[in-house]
């Protein structure tokens, strides 16, 4: 059965040039009519989650999805189309609602748990639990004003997870906190999972998503773009096609630079620009890949890449020696190789044409990096050399930490 | 539908009141001497109002002191039942931008709030009642209702403000200056028989006017409540709710975009 129906839900906002805010206004104002712009939040959303289901929604920012997870929440209500909420909903939109630091712990948990719906018996018995879960036995009549904002996400968290949700909506609680605070998180959604709690889960961190979620869907500018298996729709999301995916500026600011009659460029001093060499073969653009063979610039870390670089040689040339170089975000040299090295044999260039950086896994978890790339003689003596004038995201599709990943395996 | 939303405030008893017992404390910063002290701004006035009438302009009037107090902690009520009840929306936007439960809580609690630290103040009056030994007849039965209507009343102006307050923000500051003028439109300080006739007839289209008189006759002067008087209170505080909700369930869906 569907614990959440919404269908042709529409959302505009009215945002006033002027904004009245006092009655005297609105009265002085009321032949003149009131300029406005509007902004369609939420256009035609139409989905279902099921029982026991849980829904990721995924976008870039200012997509519609925390407006959309209000809407069910009905903290905001649609302009047009319908939501039917057939279960108790228990949102997580943010932790410690209505906290009030002049109160003491144990009062803040007894208003919180309340508004988290638990009913007083409940919460008496479950008082002394919560506490100890925050690990704040001390502090139980301190006021809260007293307590770090650690202690205040843990006395939050602690408190409601206690509640016996049915629908959970959980709008990126998980980008607060240090690591033990999100594992435990984790635990804890997986524990729902497993009791069969229908959960709405919105976030950023696509690892989690990837984890959690068995459907996802994903918006673009309020607008539906795809609701499907979760593995897909990231995919989707990562390569999402030229123009949906925000081009990092390193790389669309180049594509532009390096376009302009090369005169321009040869006036500023050579050591100072990023590029250098006599551009007998002269690099015009390199793009990136992804294994659907579209042009993008984020990929997910252990997908397949595919560097082509689009060359002019401007005379036949048979010493060319093309290579790359990759840079941390911070500068630091990662990994470089060029044809020589791969013993690749290069024909004798001459037009323009293409070659290709077959990359099989990419190995990197998470992060932006920089690409240098070139084309020189045998000898070193640059023809063309972009000084790490490409940039490319990796996104994250494990849990493991650092920038790199190392293949290992645990065993007894 | 007014079972249903009724259900479901029932639903949400703990709720109202744990809103409400915590703005209460509040209010008091959590001490037994804050709620002395709460106590002193009352007496103080009781005590200069005091002077003032009866020495000074020489009011006749029986058991003045109680007179005075009873209708000082009645109009405070309405006072402070309807500025923290108009606030209710504004003053907790955190809650409204996150989380849904019926919006009427916050304004039902504040008027409970107002309530709560009215019975507070009651104490004082019944220790007065028990000083002068005033006889108690059984006229007091009429009180419970009188004080209920006086509930009902100030809620529903509490819903029609705190509505109207998140939209326009100078209600705040119009609504003060009309409780300032209200204060002495009412007979508080004096009786209503220092009027013209005709002037009385304006004076009593106040439904809170009348609750004070009423109160004070069936609480302190043992005598019972006019029929024509408890009508009009019935009748202004069933307007005033129908009023207030119909109002409040108009803007309600757009409370949180707004505020």
Known sequence: MAAIEVEHLYKTFRIPHEKRTTLFEALTGVFKPQAYETFHALKDINFTVEDGEALGIIGVNGSGKSTLLKIIANVLRPTGGNVNIHRKITPFLELGVGFQPDLTAVENVKIYATIMGMQKREINDKLDEIIEFAGLEKFRDTKLKNFSSGMQVRLAFSTAIQTDPEILLLDEVLAVGDMEFQQKCLDVLNQYQKDGVTIVFVSHDLGAVRRFCDRTLLLNKGEQVVLGDTGEVIDRYVYGGGEEAPTPSGNKNESTKNEPDPAETEEKPENKTPRWGDRTVEIINVEFHDKFGNKGSRFNSFDPMTIRIFYHAHKKISDAVFGIALYSENGENLFGTNTELKNFELETLEGKGHVDLMIERIPMITGRFLLTVAVHTHDQKPYDWHDKQYSFDVIPTCRDVGLFEVPCNWKI | ?259
């Not at chain 2, 504004?90 to 709560?116: E, H, Q």
């Not at chain 2, 006759?217 to 207030?244: H, K, N, Q, R, W």
């Open chain 2, 1 to 259: 539908m007014i079972t249903k939303h009724l259900n479901e405030l029932y639903a949400y008893r703990n709720l109202i009141w744990q809103l409400a017992w915590s703005e209460f404390k509040l209010r008091y910063k959590n001490s037994i001497l804050g709620y002395f002290w709460s106590l002193l701004e009352p007496m103080l006035m009781l005590t200069v109002l005091y002077v003032v009438f009866s020495n000074l302009m020489r009011v006749q009037v029986e058991y003045f002191q109680l007179f005075l107090l009873l209708g000082i902690i009645l109009w405070n009520f309405f006072s402070r039942a309807t500025s923290i009840g108009m606030n209710a929306i504004v003053g907790k936007a955190n809650m409204v931008k996150k989380i849904y439960f019926p919006r009427d809580i916050f304004v039902i609690s504040s008027c409970i709030t107002a309530l709560l630290m009215s019975i507070f103040e009651s104490f004082i009056f019944i220790m007065f009642m028990a000083f002068f030994k005033v006889s108690i007849s059984t006229n007091i039965a009429y009180a419970p209702l009188i004080l209920f209507f006086l509930f009902v009343i100030s809620l529903g102006l509490s819903l029609l403000l705190s509505a109207l307050n998140v939209f326009y923000r100078d209600v705040q500051f119009i609504w003060q200056v009309v409780l300032q003028a209200g204060f002495f439109a009412t007979p508080i300080l004096y009786t209503l028989d220092i009027f013209p006739e005709n002037l009385q007839k304006i004076i009593l289209l106040n439904p809170i006017a009348r609750i004070i008189i009423s109160a004070r006759d069936t609480i302190i002067y043992s005598a019972p409540a006019g029929t024509e008087d408890l009508l009009f209170m019935c009748i202004s505080s069933i307007v005033s709710l129908l009023i207030g909700y119909l109002i409040f369930s108009r803007f309600e869906p757009r409370f949180a975009e707004e505020i």
